[in-house]
């Protein structure tokens, strides 16, 4: 080896044979296609597609590379690569591809064409980059970690909503009223993601322990629609729901303390109201809204058919196979709510 005068290492250039014989042999994986032929067929693989897909070059030659493509695929990703083909432009994407025994991957697959010297074309090239080998996307830790993200952004979210409700409720006259009763709703769903966020569960995401979710829906209900005089108590047998019922739940027990704050002690200074949630014997659950106010007034029978929260209830409480029992009077309002087709875990 010898050094010029521009300190230049003098080299004896590889072959066109050799360079390319020397990246057939690399890991990466690629292929050339066969433009002139129909259905721009694969005609040669290396030794790393082989690896990377599991079919063998006699498998693959003379077939178009979408066979590799499946139930997974994503057809705009598809149609970008058809797209670069026929304009003969060269193009990258991640798409998802299934190897020779069925398993799917994410192949980033960069493509491009390959000229003549007189500028007309000859092959395709495509390089293949199996993601997944290079960072496990779908570890229990990543997937643990997503959920919290996305707990978190959907947490951020209901806030950003709430305070728009309440912005544009403030310029809407009469529907001022519906608009806080809206924001209302949407805070009480608020409590439940940051139940279900709580990093202090030991159980698992499905589920959200009832006692916990109670006490802090109360408290939220409290400080939307409470008065100083009126106290709520929460006595909650404790248990863990899954989290699809609670969220029903949760709605309902939400509407009928509120029905007590906003209507019960109307002329009153002070009131008080009781939350109860025990489990019965047979896996389900008794609710028990009571109250020492007013009582509903005659003529009422609770719920009605006409309003936005009797609505939620009735409908919520079909969902989860309950019955509602309601005895009022001039020593307040007992609202019984039992439901069967709740799942409780010990
Ligand atoms: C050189 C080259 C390599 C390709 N490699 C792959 C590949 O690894 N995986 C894949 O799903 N599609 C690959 N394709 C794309 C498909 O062969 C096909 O062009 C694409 O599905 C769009 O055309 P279609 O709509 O006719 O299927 C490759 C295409 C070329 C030209
Ligand atoms: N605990 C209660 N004490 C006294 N009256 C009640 C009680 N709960 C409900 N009511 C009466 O029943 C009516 C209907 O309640 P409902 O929840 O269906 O509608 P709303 O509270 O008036 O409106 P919305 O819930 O849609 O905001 C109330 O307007 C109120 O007169
Ligand atoms: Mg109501």
Redesign the pocket.
Known sequence: MTMDAENRVEIQPLTHMEAFETLAGSRISM???DPALPD?PIVYVNRAFERVTGYNAQMAIGR???F??GEG?DPDD??R??EA?ETQTECTVD?V?YRADGEPFT?R?M?APIFFEDGSLRY???I?KPLAEVEDVLSPNAVRHAMREVQHRVKNHLSMIISLTRMYGRGAGAAQDQFQQLSRRIESLQVLYQELSNPERRRNMDTVSLGAYFSRLAAATQSLDGRPGLTVNVDVEDAEAESEAAIHMGMIVSEILTNALQHAFIGRETGRVDLRVQTLPGQSLRVTVADDGVGMPEGVTWPVSSSVGSSVIAGLIRQLNGTLDVKTGATGTVVTLDLSGVTLTA
């Open positions: 292929v050339l296609t721009n178009n590379c979408r590799l493509q695929t598809v149609k690569l058809r083909i798409l591809n192949n697959l493509m395709f090239l495509g293949q």
